[in-house]
């Protein structure tokens, strides 16, 4: 096994391998990438682990342009937030990460991550919610479910697979929902099983009060999951809570928990953002919030406990820097940066009955929009195209989409459509050939067919 | 058609339905009395929070003021705990005399989400004027605004007030004080959002006034209107009175502000006994951020919604208002329509018919967006009291928490009457983090739109958590909590989270299993619940019936099955 003092000299190593790379290519050509791994073969059982990077991101200080007819514009529009290519790992074709994305840079260099700069919809909407759904649904389509959810109606059993989509965050994203399947949120790995809780010392139990009868609660509670609404009773809601308890009935009842129906606690192989001896520190010097990194270390969590996930969904929120973004930007990118590349890391360390967990794993990343390209008085506002990537071995990584041209902005000074760079195309890349659906069924998924990206 | 008609005559279960809606609900005998008295005006004086004569609970008030003055929290926090390093960390004990949350006036320097989540929380649950805390939870969610980012809890709880008082004025009032509000200013950025000289204006409160606050998404407005918005209300902000400056008394360099007031950066002196927004004293420098005419190249006159404005001008009113308010004339169905749905998704039904919007926005307009006429109108009508209005939403997890807690806590009276804690809940350790992980994390919204409600408040976890919350509401359930003594170890304390007497839910000793169920279905108000499911439950937990200790914990299961059964969600 390759330890982490082994594989990050491997990525210095690597250095900029990446020096040559144009920015509209495929990632399949990496000009004098000798370091370069090839992509793995899609695994027999693959998972993937989508990260929200919610509120609009600033990806034209996550991926600047440093050199290209791109630098004179972005430093006109941006004379204060501009970011300088010092404080960048060079890409090649004049754009740079910032250095800040903790430990991206390495595995951009090593060809683990396809970058789609420019990628949005033709359909933009500068409303956060509204850009939000569009994502989520994938397709105009009447409804309104999410493309993950009717991937769930036509790829989960009908009754059954309840734990084959779980988002780790407190709330069902409509990214989630299908017309009759969604996925089970479970934000916490303590305490999950009902009714876990009432037994230790959480109840009284001293004195005249025995412990309550947990099974009779239990069974109690089930019962009224399955019988049917009296008549006159509001079905939507009524439906709503029966469907919504079960999926946690079931989901905990699931033999997958084991036999004390408790995720087994482990211990992260690495450090993560959040963890108080993480090596980086927020700019003021404070530690980085752990929101995204104990959001990924639960889902390291399930994968080792051998629960059947093929889809995960986290988020990490705080990215709408309308202000304050000179401070703001540089400890989000450290959160998300070292977030996932912990996760990378400690994912090598988890053997599952299908392969090691790493091999896996591909995490795909993505936010509503990025911003305005001028920034106002110390913020930006909303903007239209934004900067998706994904993440993972399997991967065959490198520029895909096109960097947009700053010196060609729409009426209202956003990035303009790049039809290349459609996000429906990620969606059928990842359906097609990461959770294995045949081309016809993705289509119908996403409502049309959409060119595939060729990172997998 | 909507039948906006006013009720002439209602019985308990209707007093039951107008209080679970707005209120957080009222006991049966609570129900019974009101129903004696006759609707409209009784609806009118509910609205309106004063309590009446007739309904005998004038001492409700004064107790109420007295304890949530100086006894209404179970709970304290150390100075600092130095151990977490982050100024008011709370440390969570059991006092001997339990105190007021600490979280405004000279305590505004703790700054502290749960105890400001728990002060509210209290105030639901016992402030005998049950309306204003309902109407502040709707617009709550409306104009919602989050601790996270204002990071000044005292400043929360004041737009918090406003909501509690201004809350039934007319909707171009309401929208304009919000907009002046500290911690919205805070929120939305109207602090940097400088438009002077040629400057490029910050538009997040301008585009979210109007998606989120007034019309909708798209609904009537343009990209364009939203940068001269924004410049219109360039320099909104606030300045602190030295007074209201309140420092940690461990870290000087730490503070928070227990008031502030609204100012526009117009370029005019700021006197010496005040601080600018940033905690800079208003001692010489001068910010210019909203164009005043007097500088080079700026504009004074924008063009909003077809209509033009000289946002230099007062006229009585700041300058930019009149942009502002004009979005109530220039776009009158398009935000009466907005609002007339956001009051029938949160009071009435969230599958209402489109009709209804329309009838209840021309209400609206009818009465010039006035809140108060309207909502009584509403509240006194046939359609509200419809039976296809009733138990058709899910309740959102702060009232369904709140709710039950009326129906199983002690009284205001009967638990300050307890010694030597009191027998309130333990909101403090009860509200964070399980608000949140009921989706509905109270003063702290995840973004600017709030929460979805009705059926969007239900998931796998968000169920999960209210069966862990009605757990601690019906089983008697107690919580070790540990804090930092100061002196190098931790103390352990142990707190009943829901203080309850299952006596007191029982004015006449029940003499069946269903006596029990009837008696806990009454005060827990849960939509209809299957017949076989309910014989189910009482055959199980009673072959045979006794009424002593162990089946007095028989009726905490059952009530603790019916909160958490699909029924129990509804309201």
Not at chain 2, 2 to 15: E, G, L, M
Not at chain 2, 107 to 122: D, I, K, V
Not at chain 2, 515 to 535: C, H, K, S
Request: net charge neutral.
């Amino acid at each position: 096994m390759t330890t982490r003092r082994e594989f990050l000299q491997a990525s210095a190593a690597a250095g900029t391998a990446l020096v040559g790379l144009t920015a509209c290519s495929g990632g399949g050509s990496k000009g004098g990438g000798s370091t370069t791994e090839p992509p793995t073969p899609v695994p027999s059982a693959p998972i993937l682990v989508v990260v929200n990077i919610d509120g609009g991101y600033d990806w034209l200080s996550v991926m600047p342009p440093t050199s290209s007819a791109n630098r004179a514009p972005y430093e006109a529009l941006r004379p204060t937030l501009k970011i300088d290519a010092a404080a960048t790992t060079d890409l090649g074709s004049g754009v740079g990460l910032n250095a800040d994305l903790l430990g991206l840079g390495e595995l951009s260099s090593l060809g683990r991550v396809a970058w789609i700069p420019g990628i949005g919809m033709s359909n933009f909407s500068l409303s956060h919610f509204t850009a939000q759904d569009l994502w989520s649904q994938g397709a105009n389509i009447p409804g309104g479910n999410g493309w993950l959810g009717r991937f769930a109606d036509v790829a989960f059993a009908p009754s059954g697979d309840v734990l084959r989509g779980i988002t780790v965050t407190s709330d069902l994203p409509l990214m989630l929902r299908g017309a009759t399947r969604g996925f089970v949120s479970i934000s916490n790995s303590s305490g999950f099983v009902f009714p876990s809780y009432l037994r230790g010392n959480k109840v009284v139990s001293t004195g005249a009060h025995p412990l309550y009868d947990t099974a009779l609660l239990e069974n109690g509670w089930g019962t009224s999951l399955t019988t049917p609404a009296p008549t006159g009773s509001s079905q939507s809601g009524y439906q709503a809570a029966q469907a919504m308890g079960k999926a946690f009935y079931d989901a905990q009842n699931d033999p997958a928990f084991g036999t004390n129906n408790q995720l087994p606690a482990r211990t992260p192989s690495v450090l993560y953002p959040g963890d108080s001896t993480y090596p980086t520190t927020r700019v003021d010097g404070g530690r980085l919030s752990g929101s995204l990194g104990n959001q990924l270390k639960l889902i390291a969590q399930m994968i080792a406990s051998g629960l059947p996930g093929q889809v995960y969904y986290a988020r990490l929120g705080g990215w709408d820097t309308h202000s304050n973004q000179a401070n703001d930007i540089p400890n989000l990118q450290r959160v998300l940066g070292g977030s996932l590349r912990a996760f990378y890391d400690d994912l090598k360390s988890i053997t599952t009955a299908s392969g090691n967990a790493q091999d896996r794993v591909m995490i795909l990343a993505y936010s509503e929009f990025g911003r305005r390209c001028k920034e106002n008085d110390g913020g930006t506002d909303h903007g239209t195209a934004g900067l998706a990537f994904a993440l993972g071995k399997g991967v065959k990584g490198g520029m895909y989409g096109a960097y947009p041209n700053l010196a060609d902005l729409d009426a209202n000074g956003n990035m303009k459509y790049n039809a290349a760079a459609d996000f429906r195309s990620l969606y059928a890349t990842v359906l097609d050939r990461w959770l294995g659906q045949a081309t016809t069924t993705t289509n119908t998924l996403l409502g049309a067919s959409y060119p595939r990206f060729g990172f997998l | 058609m909507a039948d906006f008609a006013p009720i002439s005559s209602w019985t308990a279960d209707d007093v039951m339905h107008f209080a679970r809606r707005a209120g957080f609900g009222v006991t049966p005998e609570r129900a019974a009395e009101l129903a004696a008295l006759p609707p409209a005006a009784t609806i009118d004086a509910w609205v309106e929070g004063t309590v009446s004569a007739t309904v005998a609970a004038a001492g409700d008030a004064a107790l109420f003021g007295a304890v949530l003055g100086n006894r209404a929290d179970t709970v304290t926090e150390g100075a600092w705990d130095a151990s977490v390093g982050v100024a008011g960390a709370v440390n969570v004990a059991k006092v001997p005399a339990p105190h007021a949350f600490l979280v405004s006036g000279a305590e505004a320097w703790r700054n502290n989400l749960a105890a400001g989540q728990s002060y509210w929380a209290f105030r639901m649950q016992y402030n005998p004027a049950s309306f204003p805390e309902r109407l502040a939870l709707f617009w709550h969610n409306l104009f919602a605004t989050g601790w996270d980012k204002v990071n000044n809890m005292a400043l929360m709880l004041n737009q918090i007030e406003l909501l509690r008082t201004q809350g039934l004025s007319g909707f171009a009032d309401l929208l304009a004080a919000v907009s002046k509000d500290p911690a919205m200013s805070l929120w939305l950025d109207s602090v940097t959002n400088n438009a002077s000289y040629s400057g490029t204006p910050n538009e997040n409160y301008a585009r979210e006034v109007m998606e989120l606050y007034s019309l909708g998404v798209d609904n009537g407005y343009n990209q364009t209107d939203i940068t001269q918005l924004a410049r219109a209300l360039s320099g909104w902000s606030f300045v602190i009175p030295t007074s209201a400056k309140v420092v940690n008394p461990s870290n000087p360099g730490n503070w928070k502000a227990s008031t502030a007031t609204f100012t526009v950066y117009q370029g005019q002196p700021i006197g010496a006994n005040h601080l600018w927004w940033g905690g800079t004293p208003g001692n010489g420098k001068v910010y210019y951020m909203h164009p005043d005419g007097t500088h080079g190249g700026e504009t004074t006159s924008i063009s909003f919604l077809g209509n033009t404005f000289n946002i230099t001008t007062a006229g009585g009113l700041a300058p930019g208002e009149n942009a502002l308010r004009s979005i109530l004339t220039s776009r009158a169905s398009n935000c009466a329509n907005f609002l007339a749905k956001r009051i029938l998704t949160h009071f009435v039904n969230g599958h209402y018919a489109p009709g209804d919007a329309t009838d209840l926005s021309n209400v609206l307009q009818g009465n010039g967006f006035d809140l108060r006429a309207t909502l009584k109108t509403l509240f006194k009508s046939n359609y509200f009291f419809d039976a296809s209005n009733r138990f058709c939403l899910v309740e959102g997890p702060v009232s369904w928490t709140v709710r039950a807690a009326r129906m199983l806590g002690m009284s205001l009276a009967a638990g300050d009457a307890q010694a030597p804690a009191k027998g309130f809940p333990a909101w403090r350790v009860i509200t964070s983090p399980y608000f949140d992980q009921m989706g509905m994390k109270l003063l702290d919204p995840g973004g600017p739109n709030g929460w979805h409600e009705d059926t969007a408040w239900l998931n796998s976890n968000t169920m999960r958590y209210r069966t862990r919350m009605a757990a601690a509401l019906c089983l008697a359930e107690s919580y070790t909590t540990y804090y930092h003594n100061g002196g190098g170890s931790y103390v352990g304390e142990t707190l009943v989270l829901f203080p309850s007497n299952v006596d007191d839910w029982f004015p006449v000793a029940p003499t069946s299993g269903l006596d029990v169920y009837n008696r806990l279905v009454a005060l827990l108000q849960p939509g209809p619940i299957p017949a076989t499911v309910r014989d189910g439950w009482i055959a199980a937990l009673w072959p045979s019936f006794l009424w002593d200790t162990p089946n007095k914990d028989k009726a905490r299961e059952l009530a603790f099955l019916i909160l958490c059964c699909p029924a129990g969600q509804l309201y």
